[in-house]
């Protein structure tokens, strides 16, 4: 089958085989979604070698169980063992003997085929299309600050970011109807969110000890900066990118201030699909292209690009 | 009257005029401990010039409410003005306008008198000797760790530090039933701990990725380091200390393990009171010298020493 290959921080295009894994189910493509984590592993922030893709929707055409046959589905990106402490504990997306597709020990979704256990599967509704389907994974991310923190109507609310992550979790935190701003640098990620009825402030506009809860999205040491000096005495402060290299910071203002810290990464599937489905939630604006998987190499250049969204592949 | 005077990181014992203050209680104080945060003020690494000391029992012989006359108090260190944001939302130990008792724009306990808010005064209760009621701040501040985070049996947590607050913090986990143990360097921290029945590690016996939830007591950065790789996935980070400086840390393993940090400063008296009345929590053991408040100056060099525990000091 064809495939987008990472290896030694060079892409390309060729032909693998089909995975092979009679346990689990086997998924061919219909859509995949190129992440802010598949630019990274290019660029050799983590070692990877291999397929690399792990946002997809696509069709179950073989399977263990056979009740999934013929399904479209997205899936969990983290398999876990099922046996370890984690497991046991109810983290499995913290499993120690987790594969994740695309970034970490199994091969990813840009490319024909895929295989999933079918605990990782969810059926996608008929009412949600290929293309905001394929958004169910960055969208679980950000439910699971949700999950994480208790956020509500009366909150005041700031996410520093509004790039492709940072859209989706501003579409998800206007869900609480909390007080929402935004943090926004360039004009068409503030028009993306004021067409969701979403407020921006520059950097330079952002009240400083006001905010209840900070959500960082920008991992940048400028972003955990500004979203610092925003938050109130005990408020919480959720870094939801993940930070390359070391930061720098002075601990003690956290701790005369009792704020929190909430590190933020996998979320919960079906509460995306819903948010899908109901239409709180409408990533399809973020599209800015679609091309086949034949010219992956060049749409990862574009989705790299400063200010891109989202780019899609189809095998 | 005496008091212990800071001025430009020099300490002396002087006489100043004592504090007035209608609309406060006017304390005499009994005995008064010396605190870390005492030896971090002369160490200057808070602007502060006047009477220091915030750990205090006394006699209050003044007050707008003559119902407090004669009362044997502790009292919280934080005055708030009960009209900020931060008061009007049940925070006032972060009052914007806060005074702090011998830290910030109030003089402080290392003296003859003092005068705090009636509000912030607490009856300590008869079978608590003055030598274990002037413990009740730090024990407040150590219960704080369970006013902000759920521990209980079977919760694995992990306390790095036994020194002055160490020590207190370790009893006040220890009611909670959780399996607990400490990391301690020194003999007699050891000794302390042992005799409460409470279990120590050497800093190389820790197993990393298996503690709930870890203390971080130090103040250190690497106290710091050995804490978070301590803590299992979704674990959470207590910091209770005051970092001096900048501390240099990747970020991403928060983020990818989820983990939550929490800082935490002053907390509740009336707990703190209640755990001396039962003997809960005994910090008399802790005490390692009485000085009269004339040999102040002695009595802060000899608390200065590596492995000193508590110096208590007598008008």
């Not at 940048?220 to 870094?239: E, K, M, Y």
Request: proline letters at 7%.
């Amino acid at each position: 089958m064809k495939a987008l290959w990472l290896e030694d921080r060079e892409l390309s295009v060729r032909d693998v085989p089909a995975p092979l894994c009679e346990d689990e189910a086997l998924i061919r493509v219909r859509v995949s979604g190129i992440c802010g984590t598949d630019l990274e592993l290019v660029r050799g922030y983590y070692p990877f070698t291999g397929v690399i893709g792990h946002e997809f929707v696509g069709d179950v055409v073989a399977s263990p169980d056979a009740d999934w046959l013929g399904a479209r589905v997205v899936g969990d990106i983290n398999a876990s063992c099922g046996a370890c402490e984690q497991c046991l504990a109810g983290r499995p997306t913290h499993c120690e003997a987790r594969t994740v597709l695309g970034i970490s020990e199994r091969a990813g979704a840009h490319a024909e085929y895929l295989t999933l256990p079918v605990a990782n599967l969810h059926r996608v509704p008929d009412s949600v299309s290929d293309e905001a389907a394929v958004f169910t994974e960055p969208i679980a991310a950000a439910v699971e600050i949700l999950a994480q923190v208790p956020i509500g109507p009366g909150d005041r609310v700031l996410l520093v970011g509004a790039g492709r992550l940072g859209q989706l979790i501003a579409q998800v935190l206007a869900t609480t109807g909390a007080d929402l701003a935004v943090v926004a640098r360039h004009d068409r990620q503030k028009a993306l969110l004021h067409a969701r009825g979403i407020r921006t402030l520059e950097p330079d506009g952002v009240e400083p000890r006001r905010w209840d809860v900070v959500v960082e999205a920008t991992g940048s040491p400028s972003g955990f900066g500004l979203a610092a000096a925003a938050l109130r005495p005990r408020g919480t402060l959720v870094l939801k990118s993940t930070y390359r290299g070391d930061v720098t910071l002075a601990l003690a203002p956290f701790v005369v201030d009792e704020i929190t810290i909430v590190g933020s990464r996998c979320g919960p599937f079906e509460p995306a699909l819903a948010l899908l489905e109901s239409g709180a939630v409408d990533p399809v604006p973020l599209i800015e292209a679609t091309f086949p998987l034949a010219d992956a190499v060049e749409a990862v250049r574009v989705a790299g690009e400063p200010g891109t969204m989202k780019v899609l592949l189809r095998p």
